[in-house]
């Protein structure tokens, strides 16, 4: 979804002139809101927020409910005093992703070129599709009636020569609208913007660039690219100097590749028992593991999120000597980083594991540790110890045949440690990075 900040001066006609324009950006307007809605239309016109419990978050909004401050990824019980009077819809990813699946096969049927960059986003590049159905402007339209016809939902379309403005352009285009930026207006359009608005600039880069003088994307294309860099460095100086000016070479690539795999959870109450933590540690990296099975990948970092009571948030990564898709092996890496957080003795909120650095399993030649060398064989059936990767893996394999077969509550990987009983927790599952 678009989150860049949006200006007044940027939502208006800049021109019909549509050639070099082939770059389409396909946004979902509040997807899993509008996914909700579809379902329940006697929820409509209400403010509707999707979220989980009181200690989770708001993992989307409708229009009706962003107008009294709500939005995505505030927490919940802030969010209820903000607009007390909104209905709560638990979260269907498994219904997401089913319309998400459905988009995309809409947005394949107008071209190959296709990219995915979230479950609700996706870039086209339509110049080989406009002697078959007509020019961008057409294609977004028949884009936008197909959604609304097949699922019951809006989306916003950003029509621009480069992949940049066209994600902006898409933004300004919200809520089910469309806007075109010809080539020629493209600087025009850009230096209407807040320098937030530009890729890569977040609220510690903007407060840099404020300490230069430089508060907008005009003022930032009017700075030699010296001064930007020192603001922020020489690469993002060099970078955003280009994207100020509307400089944006990178293609639309098809197929791309998942970056990364993760999951968290939000505990229904603070845990101070850090074994407790672990258990729930072992269980996403577990979940992590199964993804990456499913998906042929293996990845070589292993990172762990964690929000402390206070709010405060913490994480902690390293890198594993040979890729892996064993969850056993996530999680004993999750493990170390955890007990080498600083915490401050405080309690645990949230806990989230994410492996990066994924390639093609198939490509990944795996070198066994000395260990695993050393290790004596395990001989079936007779309940010792199970050493080695491929042991594990064998093992975890079998697990997801079960969750196939019987569902993915069938069976959950051995806990790391005794879980007090009673232990409930608020789930939330994050979608892979596909940005």
Same mark, same amino acid.
Do not use: N
């Given at each position: 979804m678009s989150r860049g900040p949006r200006a007044a001066a940027a939502r208006r006609d800049w021109g019909s002139e *549509?050639?070099?324009?082939?770059?389409?950006?396909?946004?979902?307007?509040?997807?899993?809101?509008?996914?909700?809605?579809? +379902?329940?239309?006697?929820?409509?016109?209400?403010?509707?927020?999707?979220?989980?419990?009181?200690?989770?978050?708001?993992?989307?909004?409708?229009? *009706?409910?962003?107008?009294?401050g709500v939005h995505s990824a505030?927490?919940?019980?802030?969010?209820? +005093?903000?607009?007390?009077q909104a209905v709560v819809v638990p979260p269907d990813h498994h219904a997401y992703h089913e319309v998400s699946v459905g988009v995309m096969e809409i947005l394949g049927d107008v071209t190959a070129l296709v990219e995915q960059v979230s479950i609700d986003e996706a870039f086209l590049d339509v110049a080989g599709a406009r002697r078959r159905l007509g020019p961008p402007t057409v294609i977004a339209a028949?884009?936008?009636?197909?959604?609304?016809?097949?699922?019951?939902?809006?989306?916003?379309?950003?029509?621009a020569s480069t992949k940049f403005v066209a994600k902006l352009a898409s933004s300004h285009a919200k809520p089910d609208g469309v806007m075109l930026v010809p080539r020629a207006a493209t600087v025009d359009f850009l230096h209407a913007l807040p320098v937030g608005a530009l890729w890569g600039v977040g609220e510690r880069t903007e407060a840099a660039l404020a300490r230069w003088g430089i508060d907008s994307v005009a003022e930032l294309a009017a700075s030699d690219v010296a001064t930007v860099?020192?603001?922020?460095?020489?690469?993002?100086?060099?970078?955003?100097?280009?994207?100020?000016?509307?400089?944006?070479?990178?293609?639309?690539?098809?197929?791309?590749? *998942?970056?990364?795999?993760?999951? *968290?959870?939000?505990?229904?109450?603070d845990v101070a028992n850090l074994t407790v933590v672990q258990d729930k540690a072992l269980e996403l990296a577990d979940r992590c593991a199964a993804r990456l099975r499913a998906g042929s990948m293996v990845g070589r970092t292993v990172s762990v999120k964690v929000r402390t009571s206070d709010f405060r948030t913490l994480t902690r990564s390293r890198t594993l000597a040979t890729p892996t898709d064993v969850g056993r092996e996530i999680y004993l890496a999750a493990r170390e980083l955890l007990a080498a957080a600083d915490l401050g003795g405080l309690p645990v909120r949230l806990i989230g594991v994410r492996v990066e650095g994924l390639g093609p399993a198939a $490509?990944?030649?795996?070198?066994?540790?000395? $260990?695993?060398?050393?290790? $004596?064989?395990?001989? +079936?059936?007779?309940?010792?110890?199970?050493?080695?990767?491929?042991?594990?893996?064998?093992?975890?394999?079998?697990?997801?045949?079960?969750? $196939?077969?019987?569902?993915?509550?069938?069976?959950?990987?051995?806990?790391?440690s005794g879980r007090p009983s009673g232990t409930r927790l608020a789930t939330t599952f994050v979608p892979a990075d596909l940005s």
């Open positions: *549509e050639d070099g324009c082939s770059i389409l950006h396909v946004d979902m307007d509040a997807f899993f809101a509008s996914v909700e809605l579809a +379902r329940r239309p006697q929820l409509r016109g209400l403010p509707v927020i999707v979220g989980g419990a009181q200690r989770g978050v708001v993992l989307a909004a409708t229009y *009706e409910a962003r107008a009294f505030m927490p919940m019980s802030v969010a209820l +005093r903000t607009c007390p028949l884009i936008r009636s197909r959604v609304q016809a097949q699922f019951g939902i809006a989306c916003s379309v950003g029509i860099q020192r603001a922020v460095g020489k690469v993002a100086g060099a970078h955003l100097h280009d994207l100020a000016w509307g400089r944006d070479p990178r293609p639309v690539s098809p197929g791309r590749v *998942e970056k990364s795999v993760g999951a *968290e959870e939000t505990f229904a109450q $490509e990944t030649v795996r070198q066994p540790t000395l $260990e695993e060398a050393s290790a $004596e064989p395990v001989t +079936r059936g007779t309940g010792g110890p199970a050493h080695g990767f491929a042991t594990r893996r064998e093992a975890e394999l079998a697990m997801d045949s079960v969750r $196939e077969r019987f569902g993915k509550a069938a069976i959950h990987a051995g806990a790391a």
